[in-house]
Structure formats: structure tokens, C-alpha cells
């Protein structure tokens, strides 16, 4: 047995260096790993990461397009800025920019701490939102597979967020309405927006202070067949901001007046990060992206019908090199043949 000045000593050692590793890896809490993560520290949008989701046909009467043009997205300044413009595009008036990380083969989760820290908007019907939708819908399409709102804000309203779930059928949710954060202007200053997820519960934080918890191991609706479900699969990250829509129910329309007096239509998101514990049940099959993550914006188009290409000209090339070779090696033996029969001939004796 160890003497007690001994345990002593190796206990504070142990916990300065479990201090340490958790202060390097920016975690608060213990256990967490980080798994996944962008800090946005490069020059452009990481396509390995995100993927545009570019169309004309918002949900939730919705008043933008999405585009993937770098006035509506970009990285600047160790940032990435998602930028929302009062441009008429299709039969809308706004353009915006929504981005996912379902492509990626590394960016779905199956429980684990998900992290955002960002500026938001200050303007009046913009919806910025950090949140969470199926990888596999497992479930059924929306919402029964589920949908988990880290992050939700009224850009009119700068002090406030609000957290949700939505799934069950017919269609169930679990909120927290608008929370108010006397003091705090999420449109002036950088916050960071949390979810722990585990088996047990979620848990939301703002600013590592804890807003609302949902007990998990429960039933969630007569269409699930076990307790926990739908959160027992992988989910992937969307962010976003979008103009209007029925987020704003009850709220007066959006006039021209007060576009013209949106100061900052912008959000900046500073990093995203996942984390899991090296225990607990975060093991769930990956199940690859969807064929419909090629075509999913206009970079990865240009990327893919370039690859094409030049796939089709080395192709060719080969070919014809091949072809080439096969031509010249028959005519040099057609040619060896006809020179050794006439060698033979000019040798055959006389009769
Ligand atoms: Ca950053």
C-alpha cells in the first residue's frame, strides 16, 4: 500500500494533467474527445466538410433562395460568414445561404456534444439556426425521424434563443420558447450554443450554462417502437439563415422600411466542434453519403464534370498510345517476315 504524502502527490499530478488536457482541447466538462471540427482558419469553405443545398424552395413559407455564391457564404477573417441580400432570384427577393454536413463521411453523429460559437444577425425576420437532422430517416420522413434545434433566433429579437425537438406523428415538439438573456446582445457579441446528448438526456447550454434539459429514455410517440427512439441514430449538422417565414407567426410582415434599416444581416460562426466520450454508446454503422451529395452544389458540378474530362482525355490518350503500339509492332513483323523471306529467297540455291 501506497503511503497517503504519496497518493497525495500522484492525485494532484493526475488532476493538473486531466486540467490541462481538458483546457488544451477547449473543453469544459470532462471526458469529452473532440471528433469532429471546423474552425473556418482556411481561405474558403471546406468542401470535404459542407455542402450547399442551393434551391428556390424554402420550407416553412420561407421568403429566400439558398445559393452557393460567396456574397451569401464565405470564409474571411478566421470566420465563416453566411450573408443574407435583399436580390431578387427566381420568384424571391432575398438570397441566403444554408450549408449541411450530410456529404461529409465524417460529419453524422450519434450522440455526443455539439458546438457553435457565433455572432447572429441584427435584423428584423432573419432566422438564423445551428441544428441537427437525420442522416438515415430511419423513422419516416419529417419530422418523425426527428430534428434537434440547437440554436434558433429572431433577428429582431437580440437577446433572445430559443432550443427544440420535433418528431412524432403527427407532428410533436418539445421547446423552449424564446429564452431572454438579460444583458446579453447574441447579435454584438460571440456566444457559444452547446447540446450534450447522451443516452440518458440532452442538455442545452448557452455559454456552458445549462437551458433546458429532455429526459431521453422515454417514449416519444406511439409510432416508435422503443424508448429513446428517434434519437438513437445519426444526425448531421445545417446551418443556416433564413428571411421570414411562419417562425415569425404573429409578429408583423417585413416591410421595405425595415429592410432598409437591417444593420448587420450577417452571421459569423467562429467554430464548429463535435465531441464524444470515449465510453458511453456513441457507435452507430455508417451507412456512406447520399448519390445525391455529388451533384449537391456548383463546385463539386465543376469538380466532377472536370474529373470527367480528364478521366476521358487520359483515357483516350491511352487508347491510342495503345492502338499505336499494337500497329507498329505488326508492321515491324509484317516487315521482318517479308525480309527474311526475301533473304531466304535470295539464298535458296539454284536448281
Ligand atoms: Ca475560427
Known sequence: MMSSPLLCILAFLFLSYSRCIAAASGNTTGGWILVWQDEFNDNSIDATKWTFESHCKP????????????????????????????????????????????????????????????????????????????????YGGWPKSGEIDIMEYRGQETSKMSSALHYGSPHAVTNTGPMNFPGVDFSREYHIFALEWDEKQMKWYMDNKNTFTVDMNKSWGSIYKAKGQPWDQRFHIIINVAVGGNFFTGYPPLTAQDIAKWEKPTMEIDYIRVYQKATGNYKAPKTGVPSSCLLSNSAQRMGLILGTTIGGVVLIVVVSVVIFIIYRRKRRAAADSSSSSSSDQMTKPLR
Open 59 to 138: 420550407a416553412n413559407g420561407e421568403l429566400q433562395c439558398y445559393t452557393d455564391k460567396s456574397d451569401n457564404a464565405r470564409v474571411e477573417n478566421g470566420h465563416l460568414v453566411i450573408n443574407v441580400k435583399n436580390e431578387k432570384m427566381g420568384n424571391k427577393d432575398f438570397t441566403s445561404a444554408r450549408l449541411k454536413t450530410e456529404c461529409d463521411p465524417d460529419g453524422s453523429f450519434l450522440r455526443g456534444r455539439f458546438e457553435m460559437r457565433a455572432m447572429l444577425p441584427r435584423a428584423k425576420h432573419l432566422w438564423p439556426a445551428f441544428w441537427l437532422i437525420p442522416e438515415d430517416e430511419v
